[in-house]
């Protein structure tokens, strides 16, 4: 009897199967066709997708940390001391094609390289997806923007069809970005340059491609050459007025209603914003177009707010000096990988200590903080990682 039941659950599970790959063959072929009609190859076509078959992707759309994530953890996870010094080293190992990518395309050093930084480590984090898989899985599963997918997915094919990336190397995000600097490859079709000279435009395996594809992306957002990115400011007490990344006044109007610059100066020339990236009991900015530049590249501001900070630190100047308005400060990477080591030491399984707060990760966090009668949210923070230090 119960083999019988046994047998009854597989075949369910076999037909309930069906209809989901039967979708996915015909969604496939109807990428393959539009492929096709835009000029791509049939080698290319078939060389990519013969045996393809759904990844994970869609279960990523609404988990990215830009947008999920409380700005304080944001930003101390990706800037830090580790991060400045290696970026350091990376302005001296590539300052030819960086002095290269700047006199082209007019965005500074430093900039570029905390691009560089944010997305992929300095390319040591590209992502493990296959593009293709990603993008075809999105274009046929996604619950929304199926259209926008499906015309990334043939861009990729394009990119392969050309040859400037090799099947092999094109790995990337849940998204389908990919490369040190994470374009998409519609942006790669629009934006990446052969800066190395070596007739392909390669952002996977040369980093002067890279820089030199970023500097081009920024200078085509808008980017002005010799103005700042912004800067940070003190807001009188009470201050109740205008604020918003695109509500941008000149300096004067700002300095009318009390803001200045934390040495109490002037605002100087020109026009900016007012961003409140926590509230008006957190950290305050003026920023610029230029802000707006680098918040073209991912649309979110605390991004953009990572990336300029960044740059700012790797010229020798401070990092946020307002404290975030939290009694529960976000960890640098070294720190998290000092939380998870001493979770470890402490009986649970959060895979290699690497810094990054994945799915173990936080359940081990919210058990122990459940056990040291803390809030229970899996929230990788100073208050979690003070109460292990005392275990």
Known sequence: MKANHLLGALAALFFAAAPARAEWSSCLAGLRGAAASAGVSQQTIASATNGLAPNDAVSFMDKQPEFTTPVWDYVAGLVDEER???????????????????????????????????????GK???????????????????????????????????LDHGDIAPEEFYGSWAGAFGHTQFMPSTF??????LDGDGRRNIASSAADSLGSTANYLHKSGWRSGMPWGFEVRLPEGYSGPSGRKGRQSMGFWQSRGVTRLD?????????????PAGRNGPAFLVTKNFDAVYAYNAAESYALAICVLSDMLRGRPGIQTPWPTDDPGLSRAERRELQALLTRNGYDVGDSDGVIGTKTKEAIADFQARAGLQRNGRASLKVLNALRRR
């Open 189 to 194: 079709l629009g934006m990446a340059v052969d």
């Open 84 to 122: 400045v010094e290696e970026g350091r080293a990376m302005l001296r190992q590539h300052a030819r094609p960086l002095h290269a990518a700047e006199s082209r395309y007019g965005v500074d050093a430093p900039t570029i390289v905390a691009v560089w930084g944010v997305e992929s480590d300095f």
């Open 125 to 159: 984090s590209f992502g493990k997806r296959p593009v293709i898989q990603s993008l075809a899985t999105l274009a046929c599963e996604a619950p929304r923007r199926n259209d926008y997918w499906r015309k990334e997915f043939i861009a990729a094919l394009k990119i």
């Open 264 to 276: 109490g100066s002037g605002l100087g020339e020109g026009s900016a914003a007012l961003l409140l």
